[in-house]
């Protein structure tokens, strides 16, 4: 649309200055993170001492194995569960699938305590299982109502050609749709790996002594609660800690950006 | 794969090996979700301190929510950040989408690259950002020093009556890019007829935001509000990492006063009282958006 040169101008500086305010407290933690002080020799061998004393690198270990189990395992079962609510009927079908909707609004605060008695009862707390499973939970309860948007819409004449073909549910599954649904797969993992990656309140909870298993947002929780010697080594822990999902987004950010935006819009 | 079935009618014929495929996903769900859920229920009608036995108490722990003054300030700050949270940033991403709107503007990829990046950051990494721009030696003391305003400056997470307003300024910032960005794509969409009869009848750009884009971004607008509502009501990493819900109790929420009563003060019940009051405005008020979203709508 045209409009005058003046307000052309305007919009330029409006842009800027927003960008700014949402980079500014980004960008000064990394540039925290890069200062010399007393514990810190500054430049990237801050980064190489924060692996060192705030244990970064083991946190990151945890984290990534966290991640990857939760992506991989919520991933295939959202896959398995879409497919039946989006392309076949079956008694209960909708009951079942509206009570799994109850999972993308529940809040991980209301389940969290009654989860971590029950864990302890049956001595799962302080493990790997307890910080991933309801973390599985979770994002199945989402990846289900994402992937049977998916397959819904996905051609159904593809669909039927291969039955006619003689291909079986799992082939159609796994070599028709599932190729074509790639979009929305590749959305729903990155998705799901922010989430994980970023997850603070079940891995609090769930492992309160184990500290090999402490993920990278709660081992920097940690670290800036003990670390009182100065902020360049907290920062850049935290620069750590956020690098990972920022580069994804970088190269992804269209499905990150649409994923968020669409999944509450879907239906 | 192991459901290896006899080929079978089109898409959406009754098929009983639906159950099977659904099977993997919602056992898991159940086990860790669902039955926590209902157990949270259970717990919320006992006075436990999570080693001893429990005792019946009825609805006594939601009479608490109610009266305790804590714990109603919680859900009142709660409201309080829902206007920092999603009101604020409606406002600014409606002001900010229909000037970028106007102008076919170069660079608005980068733009909503940068302004989307506070989603993708963990909280903790924020609110590690924040402590440091709020500190009394921090960016804005420094920044009120420098212009001569060093009368101005205080700490402002300690005080209790910039605490709350410190932390909900955070929430602006986080929600302020996905509002703007949201309500962009819902501009992108309307019509361009729309805004050139609009401007045939004279309008100007105030008159054209309410004729023309405000009613055609209201499916947007519910989004909007549904996704910042819900975040506020979920703000437990940022309150933990900047105020732990002080000075006193002023920045305390409820799923904060979750963790507290449950680990801090062994109050089990209580806390799963909160929990499930927290779930149930969750619900309501997404429930409420969408219907409202729906109706001027439709």
């Not at chain 1, 790996?193 to 990278?216: H, S």
Request: charge should be positive; proline fraction near 5%; aromatic fraction near 12%.
């Amino acid at each position: 649309m045209r409009v005058s040169r003046s307000e052309r101008t305007t919009n330029y500086v409006i842009l800027t200055a927003f960008a700014v305010f949402a980079v500014y407290p980004i960008l000064s933690i990394v540039v925290a993170g890069l200062q010399p002080d007393a514990a810190a020799p500054g430049g990237l061998g801050n980064l190489a001492q924060a692996w060192e004393i705030g244990r970064f690198g083991s946190y990151l270990r945890t984290s990534v194995l966290v991640s990857a189990f939760v992506v991989s395992v919520s991933t295939v079962l959202s896959i398995l569960a879409g497919f039946a609510f989006g392309t076949m009927r079956f008694r209960g079908a909708d009951a079942l699938f509206y009570l799994m909707l109850i999972g993308i609004m529940m809040p991980a605060e209301a389940i969290v305590v009654p989860l971590f008695f029950d864990l302890r009862a049956v001595g799962l707390t302080d493990t790997f299982w307890a910080i991933a499973l309801p973390q599985v939970a979770q994002s199945v309860a989402f990846g289900t109502f994402w992937l049977r948007a998916a397959f819904r819409s996905s051609s159904r004449s593809v669909v039927e050609a291969a039955r006619l073909d003689g291909a079986s549910t799992g082939r159609i599954l796994w070599q028709v749709l599932v190729p074509l649904a790639r979009p929305a797969i590749v959305t729903l993992v990155v998705l799901t790996f922010m989430w994980t990656w970023n997850e603070f309140l079940i891995p609090l909870v769930m492992v309160p002594t184990n500290e090999a298993l402490r993920t990278a947002p709660l081992g920097l929780g940690f670290f800036s609660g003990q670390y009182t010697q100065g902020y360049a080594l907290l920062a850049a822990g935290a620069t750590i800690v956020a690098l990972p999902v920022v580069v994804v987004y970088l190269f992804l950010q269209r499905h990150f950006i649409a994923g968020m935006l669409e999944g509450a819009v879907k239906d | 794969m192991a459901a290896r079935a006899r080929p079978a009618g089109p898409p959406g014929e009754p098929r009983r090996i639906g159950y099977l495929y659904v099977l993997p996903a919602f056992l898991v769900y159940a086990a860790f979700a669902l039955y926590p859920l209902l157990k949270a229920v259970y717990l919320s009608l006992f006075d436990w301190d999570g080693l001893t036995v429990g005792t019946w108490v009825g609805l006594s722990n939601y009479q608490a929510v109610l009266t305790d003054e804590r714990l109603r300030g919680a859900f009142a700050h709660a409201l309080v950040l829902m206007v920092f949270f999603a009101v604020i940033p409606l406002v600014v991403g409606l002001v900010l989408a229909s000037v970028l709107h106007r102008a076919s503007v170069r660079g608005l990829g980068f733009f909503r690259t940068v302004v989307f990046l506070p989603q993708v950051v963990a909280m903790v990494v924020i609110a590690v950002a924040w402590r440091r721009i709020y500190a009394p030696d921090g960016t804005i003391n420094s920044v009120l020093t420098a212009v001569g305003l060093e009368s101005w400056t205080r700490g402002w997470l300690g005080e209790y009556a910039f605490a709350l307003p410190a932390v909900g300024l955070i929430g602006t910032w986080f929600e302020s890019g996905l509002v703007t960005v949201l309500l962009l794509a819902g501009m992108a969409r309307i019509p361009r007829d729309l805004f050139e009869a609009a401007r045939l009848d004279g309008a100007g750009a105030v008159r054209e935001f309410f004729a023309v884009t405000l009613p055609s971004v209201r499916g947007e607008i519910a989004v909007a509000l549904t996704l910042t509502v819900i975040a506020a009501l979920k703000t437990f990493d940022l309150i933990y990492m900047t105020t732990s819900g002080g000075p006193g109790y002023t920045t305390t929420v409820p799923s904060y006063e979750v963790y507290r009563q449950a680990f801090e003060l062994g109050q089990v019940g209580l806390a799963c009282t909160i929990g499930v009051c927290l779930t149930v405005v969750i619900f309501a008020i997404s429930f409420v958006i969408t219907r409202v979203g729906d109706r001027v709508e439709g």
